[in-house]
């Protein structure tokens, strides 16, 4: 099994008012079903209100992030699933729900997580 990281960029969805409550309610049906398979690892959207920051080794905290991270915003998925065609059929079931396509990418394979 591979876990799958599925995404978009928050700009990629603009929604208001009832469309935005119908969208909301499609992905927890698309979260449900994704938790009473078994694939559903961890998601959820990044709180754009918190600014990031960069934690050096030593301890250090610097506000902002990496250089050629010009953003980091939107909602995430991640998904253990047997195949990328698995990955790339909940994908198609979150870009329905969510109204907007989703980048789906593989995490490397790591037995330890």
């Known amino acids: 099994m591979t876990k799958y990281l599925?995404?978009?960029?928050?700009?990629a969805m603009d929604l208001r008012g009832e469309a935005?409550?119908?969208v909301s309610e499609a992905a927890h049906a698309v979260v449900e079903e994704a938790k009473d398979a078994g694939v559903?690892?961890?998601g959820g959207g990044?709180?754009?209100s918190v600014p990031p920051v960069l934690v050096d080794e030593d301890g250090t905290v610097t506000e902002g992030t990496?250089?050629?991270?010009?953003?980091?915003?939107?909602?995430?998925a991640v998904l253990?699933?047997?195949?990328r065609e698995a990955a790339l059929a909940w994908a198609a079931k979150i870009a329905a729900a969510c109204r907007c396509a989703q980048e789906v990418r593989a995490f490397q394979d790591d037995p330890a997580s």
């Open 46 to 48: 990044i709180d754009e």
């Open 6 to 11: 599925i995404s978009f960029p928050s700009g």
């Open 40 to 42: 559903w690892v961890f």
């Open 66 to 76: 990496y250089p050629q991270t010009k953003q980091l915003e939107g909602g995430y």
């Open 20 to 22: 935005l409550q119908a």
């Open 80 to 83: 253990e699933v047997p195949s």
